[in-house]
T-cell receptor, first 114, second 116 residues
Framework: DGGITQSPKYLFRKEGQNVTLSCEQN?????MYWYRQDPGQGLRLIYY???????QKGDIAEGYSVSREKKESFPLTVTSAQKNPTAFYLC?????????????FGAGSRLTVL | KQEVTQIPAALSVPEGENLVLNCSFT??????LQWFRQDPGKGLTSLLL?????REQTSGRLNASLDKSSGRSTLYIAASQPGDSATYLC???????????????FGKGTHLIIQP
């Protein structure tokens, strides 16, 4: 079945450590996105990529980094510069950035900073 | 800046009732509006997508309407079931040349509980 796989599902990090969240899709989608979700809040866009080797900052990119070396993969690194990294992280993809595209989401990764 | 509001924030109803979830947005220049379902600790599942030129979309017991001029959308759930219990989010995508999916603005969601 086609879909988006995020790993790990749960991750614990000590302050000062960088961690990388994996996102893989087999939908052949060009565009991929990373969102952050905090309790009682709407989703906020961290980074997005519309094509391999290209990515753009979203609304809350500070303290995060991404890469897009392959079409199917869009990993997110939460760096030590991110002041409040504890959150639920969601990866999504769409066929293209533009057009009448439905957004497809992964199951999420919950990061907790100890 | 686009703002999306969902009312109510939480709703609890007995099984079998028909119910309406509301989504309002401040900027009517939208490309489309999407309704999602989110189960606890899980990702979002797309339910319905309404283009700006459409008035409604239906899928099974779900019907979503869009009144772009007044900045409102409703999600109607018929004959509710305990399995419908989840958080429902709406997301608005801007129109115009900046109408990429990266520009989605999400509401905070309505937490729905269907009592058996």
């Amino acid at each position: 079945d086609g879909g988006i796989t995020q790993s790990p599902k749960y991750l614990f990090r000590k302050e000062g450590q960088n961690v990388t969240l994996s996102c893989e899709q087999n939908l052949n989608h060009d565009a991929m996105y990373w969102y952050r979700q905090d309790p009682g809040q709407g989703l906020r866009l961290i980074y997005y990529s519309q094509i391999v080797n290209d990515f753009q900052k979203g609304d809350i990119a500070e303290g995060y980094s991404v890469s897009r070396e392959k079409k199917e993969s869009f990993p997110l690194t939460v760096t030590s510069a991110q002041k409040n990294p504890t959150a639920f992280y969601l990866c999504a993809s769409s066929r293209q950035r533009y057009g009448a595209n439905v957004l497809t989401f992964g199951a999420g990764s919950r990061l907790t900073v100890l | 800046k686009q703002e999306v509001t969902q009312i109510p924030a939480a709703l609890s109803v007995p099984e079998g009732e028909n119910l309406v979830l509301n989504c309002s947005f401040t900027d009517s220049a939208i490309y489309n509006l999407q309704w999602f379902r989110q189960d606890p600790g899980k990702g979002l599942t797309s339910l319905l997508l309404i283009q700006s030129s459409q008035r409604e979309q239906t899928s099974g017991r779900l019907n979503a309407s869009l009144d772009k001029s007044s900045g409102r959308s409703t999600l109607y759930i018929a004959a509710s079931q305990p399995g419908d219990s989840a958080t429902y989010l709406c997301a608005v995508r801007p129109g115009g040349s900046g109408g990429g999916a990266d520009g989605l603005t999400f509401g905070k969601g309505t937490h729905l509980i269907i009592q058996p």
